[in-house]
C-alpha cells in the first residue's frame, strides 16, 4: 500500500507512535509518505521507502494568523494525487482530521483515498470537549471511514463524550519497537547519572500539569530517605520550574537530573531501576510501555488507560492519583526487595514483547487498512 500519515512532529505520544508505525510499515514493504509542518523527531536517516513531505506555510499581511489547517490540508491533497496514495493515516483529531477531510473533497473526483483517524487522548479528552471544538471534532471523526483509538478507556470516553457509535471505533494499542527498548544496551549511561550502590528512578513526559511532576520528586523524596537513589527527569514544559523548586524545598536538588528533551530515552531506560508515572489523566501511557520494555517496572496513578498498559502487582503498582505516601510505599518496596524487583521486571518485560511489541500490533493496523479499503468499516 501506499499511506500518507500526518502527524505532530514534536516530542510527544501521538507523533512517536505515528513515525515508529511509518517505519514499521516500510519495514514490511509498504511506501509511507509523511505530510507535517516538520520532519518527525523519530524519523532520522535514511530509511527505504519512506518519503517526507513538508506542509508550506505562506504568509501574507491579511492574515493575522498562519492558515495550518488549510495549509495542511493542502498538502495531503498534492501528496494524494501526485503519490497515487491508497489510504490517508492522521494521528490526532484536531485539526489533522479535518484537513485531511477537506483534502478527501477535493479528491472526491479522483476517487478519493479513506480516511483513518487515530485518537490519542487529548484530542479527546481534553482539546476536543472545548466548546469551540467539539462540534468540529466530532464532524471530522465522523467523517473518517475508519477510526482507531489507542485504549479501551479512550473508546469509551468518545462513545460517552462525542456520541461515535461504539461499533465505528476499533481499538489498536500503542506499541515499542522491544529490540530498541530493551536492558542491557550498549551504551549504558547509568555510572552518568548515579553510582554502583544508588538506584536510578526515572520519569518522561511534557512537563504540563497533567502530568503532576511535583509529585514525581515528592515521592522521589521519599524513596530518597530510604536509599542511595537518584532521579533522572527527561522532557521539558511548563511545570519544570516548580519540579525544580520543589525537589530544592525537600532537600533533594543535587540527586534529581534535569535532562531537558532528548531523542533516545531508549539510552535512558535501559538503565533505570524504576518509572514514575503520575499522571491525572493519561489515555495509554507510551513512555510507561517503553520503560516495561526495558525490564523496568512502573508506580504510578492507576488512571485512564494506564491500568490496561500496566499490570497491577505484576509489572507495577498503581495508586489513586495524589497518593504520594502510597505511590512511595510502593516504589520502596518494589526498590528494596531485590527478589520482588527481578520478577516485576521479567513480567514488564514480557508484558512489552507479548502484548505491545511491534509485531504484534502492526498486522493489525494491516488489517484494519484492508477492511476499511474494502469498504467493510
Known amino acids: 500500500m501506499k499511506i500518507g500519515i500526518t502527524c505532530y512532529p514534536t516530542y510527544g505520544g501521538s507523533g512517536a507512535v505515528a513515525t515508529e508505525l511509518g517505519i514499521g510499515l516500510a519495514d514490511r514493504g509498504h511506501e509511507v509518505h509523511f505530510i507535517s509542518y516538520a520532519q518527525p523527531f523519530r524519523l532520522s536517516g535514511f530509511r527505504e521507502r519512506v518519503y517526507f513531505h513538508e506542509v508550506e506555510m505562506e504568509r501574507y499581511p491579511l492574515f493575522e494568523h498562519p492558515h495550518y489547517t488549510l495549509a495542511l490540508a493542502a498538502a495531503i491533497h498534492d501528496t494524494a494525487v501526485r503519490e497515487s496514495l491508497d489510504l490517508i493515516h492522521v494521528h490526532y483529531a484536531i485539526p489533522h482530521a479535518t484537513s485531511a477531510w477537506i483534502a478527501r473533497e477535493m479528491l472526491e473526483e479522483n476517487g478519493g483515498a479513506p480516511l483513518v483517524t487515530t485518537l490519542h487522548g487529548t484530542d479527546i479528552t481534553l482539546v476536543g470537549l472545548h466548546p469551540s471544538f467539539h462540534p468540529i471534532t466530532r464532524f471530522s471523526i465522523m467523517r473518517s471511514q475508519g477510526v482507531t483509538a489507542v485504549s479501551d478507556f479512550l473508546k469509551e470516553v468518545t462513545v460517552r463524550d462525542f456520541g461515535v457509535p461504539e461499533e465505528r471505533i476499533e481499538v489498536i494499542p500503542n506499541f515499542v519497537d522491544t529490540e530498541l527498548f530493551r536492558r542491557g544496551r550498549d551504551p549504558c549511561h547509568r555510572e552518568v547519572f548515579a553510582s554502583a550502590d544508588e538506584k536510578i528512578v526515572m520519569h518522561v513526559s511534557n512537563f504540563r500539569p497533567v502530568k503532576r511532576v511535583v509529585d514525581v520528586v515528592e515521592v522521589?523524596?521519599?524513596?530518597?530517605?530510604?536509599?542511595?537513589?537518584?532521579?533522572?527527569?527527561?522532557?521539558?514544559?511548563?511545570?519544570?520550574?516548580?519540579?525544580?523548586?520543589?525537589?530544592?524545598?525537600?532537600?533533594?536538588?543535587?540527586?534529581?537530573?534535569?535532562?531537558?528533551?532528548?531523542?533516545?530515552?531508549?539510552?535512558?531506560?535501559?538503565?533505570?531501576?524504576?518509572?514514575?508515572?503520575?499522571?491525572?489523566?493519561?489515555?495509554?501511557?507510551?513512555?510507561?510501555l517503553e520503560a516495561l520494555s526495558c525490564g523496568v517496572p512502573v508506580v504510578g496513578y492507576g488512571v485512564g488507560g494506564l491500568p490496561e498498559v500496566v499490570p497491577d502487582g505484576e509489572a507495577g503498582l498503581l495508586v489513586g492519583v495524589g497518593e504520594v505516601g502510597e505511590a512511595t510505599a510502593a516504589a520502596?518496596?518494589?526498590?528494596?526487595?531485590?527478589?520482588?524487583?527481578?520478577?516485576?521486571?521479567?513480567?514488564?518485560?514480557?508484558?512489552?514483547?507479548?502484548?505491545?511489541?511491534?509485531?504484534?500490533?502492526?498486522?493489525?493496523?494491516?488489517?484494519?487498512y484492508q477492511a476499511v479499503l474494502g469498504g467493510s468499516r
Open 332 to 368: 520502596n518496596d518494589l526498590l528494596g526487595d531485590v527478589r520482588l524487583w527481578e520478577r516485576f521486571s521479567g513480567a514488564a518485560r514480557a508484558v512489552a514483547v507479548e502484548r505491545f511489541g511491534r509485531s504484534c500490533v502492526l498486522p493489525r493496523y494491516e488489517e484494519y
Open 220 to 288: 522521589f523524596a521519599g524513596i530518597r530517605g530510604e536509599m542511595p537513589a537518584k532521579l533522572v527527569m527527561a522532557g521539558d514544559g511548563p511545570d519544570r520550574p516548580r519540579a525544580a523548586e520543589r525537589a530544592r524545598q525537600l532537600g533533594v536538588e543535587r540527586d534529581v537530573v534535569f535532562l531537558g528533551k532528548h531523542g533516545a530515552i531508549e539510552e535512558l531506560l535501559s538503565c533505570a531501576d524504576l518509572f514514575l508515572m503520575t499522571s491525572d489523566r493519561e489515555s495509554f501511557g507510551l513512555a510507561a
